[in-house]
């Protein structure tokens, strides 16, 4: 027991890391991190993906909040940007949620090992898109942010490996726009975890101390341990090679999705 519980702590702190380095809210660390340690537990095979997302998503609350208020000081939040996207990114991600709950744990590990593909693919070319606009007007922000949570709920990520391009796109700079990012994570995790717990609470199988899909004492394991790591991972952000880092961390994905995909085959 006390060595899932540190495992849970050590996977906090390695997120809260990466959420303010990268912005990318920890959730591509969680998932693969609790499916394992689920398997350990003997947590029927048919839960533990909806379990993940949802803790991830669950967690990334207190993330978020931590690493925008860190980037924040720094004066890296566009919060006008926060206020136009809001509304599409919480509708987004609780129907996303919702519909989750009804793929199967096969379904789901076949999606996110794809995204983890992609983002480690995007982050070991680096490439960014050029700004060659102005950010959209309220139905293109309502309908991005729509796209944005979607897809975050059923990968259980803050979004900033969607949302950090599109800000970039429209002419925000890097630092900006993952710290813009942070705090977009936070209603993505808000409605996330609501969507997961409306989903699950019906659901008669799932382990004790669970809320819905929301399995507390992993979120309270990786919670505590992320908000202090967060702060650490912005200051990281604004002194190292992010770029080197970046390729670095992709490789590790790499691995981390073909382990995954071996798994489901």
Known sequence: MITTILLYCGVGGIAGILAGLFGIGGGLVIVPMLLYVFSL???????????????????????????????????????????????????????????????????????????????????????????????????????????????????????????????????????????TSAAIGLPIAVAGTVGYIFSGWGVTTLPDYSLGYVYFPALLGIAAVSILTAPLGVRLAHSLPVARLKRIFSLLLYVVATKMLLGVL
């Open 41 to 179: 537990m003997n947590i029927p095979v048919e839960l533990t993906m909806h379990l993940a997302l949802a803790t991830s998503m669950a967690s990334i609350m207190f993330t978020s909040v931590s690493s925008f208020w860190a980037h924040h000081k720094r004066g890296a939040v566009h919060w006008d940007v926060v206020k136009k996207i809001v509304f599409g990114i919480l509708s987004g991600t609780f129907l996303g949620a919702c519909f989750a709950s009804s793929m199967s744990t096969s379904v789901l590990k076949v999606f996110f090992v794809f995204f983890l593909y992609f983002v480690a693919t995007q982050l070991l070319l680096n490439k960014k898109p050029k700004p060659g606009r102005e950010l959209p007007g309220f139905s293109g922000m309502f309908a991005t942010g729509n796209v944005i949570g979607g897809i975050s709920s059923l990968v259980g990520i803050g979004g900033g490996t969607l949302s950090v391009p599109f800000m970039l796109w429209c002419n925000i700079n890097a630092h900006h726009a993952i710290g």
